[in-house]
């Protein structure tokens, strides 16, 4: 289990911290994606939970043990974690089983054949072994370094932004792939995620930050369908926010069955079709997002989003 506690960090020459009083477990076999908007701190904390930058307080615990950060190791980084970073870390120039068998150099050629060929077939990248690194798609890179990761028998997996620049295709492959592995492995992952959305299929739970604060920890489904904030709420998709005064004047629904977050409800735009809107109203535009059609309208001097019928 990883254990996060009360942790804070900034950067030197920095008043503000980045990461304030963050505080949270992660249970092994689990998926947790962190989410929140551009520089509310999701790379940093995956650098902290590594042990590439010392907190300015707070201790990060896996199992009993205190992660070391580089203040108290030569070397950072600890070993039963493997940190695949954007760029994947990958040795250009050399094959893709040359960089597979990296952390297992000690064994003989007999020991590693069987091993290789184990995380060759269990990622489909068979065809792709006697490729250079530098040859590869974004998608058959990402394969290649999470298979290295877990060639090194790591139990925890740190992954920052893997789905960037990969097709939807491709993004739904490698989501499958790695929750398949996680629970096979009886391993954890952490997943950075830039697109919020991603974050509802992968993960069994996910970490909102917001300006550098955790505003949310929950299921996938409670932080779309019940979100503790606008932000949040925001984060996964279109969002309609109305006080009841105003729904009372503009909608015909029972406000009972939607999520209130302070003084406003939350209605999603599959949640409300033109026959829900009382009042006059005027077309905007639309968007078109192929299961669908989503209209933006106005109406009593607010702009609402609503599924066209």
Known sequence: MLQINQLSFS????????LTNIDFSLESGKILAIVGPSGCGKTTLLKLIYGLLTPSQGDIKWHTEVIPNPKDVLVPGFSQMKFVEQDFNLMPYIKVYENMQQHILHLT???REPILKYWLDFLKIQHIETKKAKDLSGGQMQRVAIAK???ANAELLLLDEPFSNLDTVTKSYLVSDLKRLIKTQSASAIVVVHHPEDALEIADEVLVLDKGH???QDTPQNVYKKP???TVASLFGLANFFTKEEANIILNLDLENFHQIDDYYLIRPHQLKVENIKTKYVALGELFLGYTTIQEIETSGKQIWITKT
């Not at 950067?11 to 980045?18: G, I, M």
């Open 109 to 111: 050629e007999e020991e």
């Open 228 to 230: 503790k904030s606008k």
């Open 11 to 18: 950067y030197p020459n920095e008043a503000q911290d980045v």
């Open 149 to 151: 990761a877990f060639i």
């Open 214 to 216: 955790i505003a949310q």
